[in-house]
């Protein structure tokens, strides 16, 4: 078991990973719809490939990130910086299964996007609610960091809005 610092350390590091994500993924999406024409499957790819990318080139940056603090290199670093980035990926799942059912006839790839985005829009709002709880917030602190949080993914997807 580790320590409570350690635990924290790790939820950070997961919680800053899926914020990184989710923020990605709604990037990529208003980038989709201003580039307008990408089928759903092509979308879907692109998030995820994207995701993907972006878990790796987070992974890479933490290694040498923590090789620049702690002065040297241990091959052993990137298996733990992949964990903790690990949920840069996972945040693009609400979008990539979005997508895979509009690919598929489910609903209309519009409902898609309005689905990744309302879904992105969430995890943001949760992820300001769980931080500012472990914080110690009060419950007007709580409020406050939700809406901020999530503020900046709506704040995302009017630019989307805006450019189509």
Do not use: C, K
């Not at 995820?48 to 241990?74: D, E, N, P, Q």
């Not at 939700?146 to 503020?151: G, L, Q, R």
């Amino acid at each position: 078991m580790l320590p409570d610092t350690e635990q924290a350390m790790e939820r950070a590091a997961w919680t800053t990973g899926l914020v990184y994500g989710t923020l990605t993924v709604l990037i990529a999406i208003a980038g989709l719809g201003v580039a307008g024409g990408a089928s759903p499957q092509g979308a879907g790819a692109t998030i995820f490939v994207g995701a993907v990318a972006t878990w790796f080139a987070h992974a890479y940056a933490s290694v040498l990130g923590h090789r620049a603090t702690i002065r040297h290199h241990s091959a052993g670093e990137i298996g733990p910086a992949l964990r903790h980035a690990s949920s840069i990926v996972l945040a693009a799942t609400p979008a990539v299964i979005a997508m895979g059912g509009a690919s598929l006839g489910w609903w209309e790839p519009r409902a898609a996007l309005a689905f990744a985005n309302a879904a992105g829009i969430a995890v943001l709002a949760a992820a300001g609610w769980i931080v500012a709880r472990a914080a110690g917030e009060s419950l007007t602190g709580r409020l406050t960091a939700t809406i901020a949080t999530a503020s900046i993914g709506v704040g995302i997807v009017l630019v989307e809005l805006l450019a189509h």
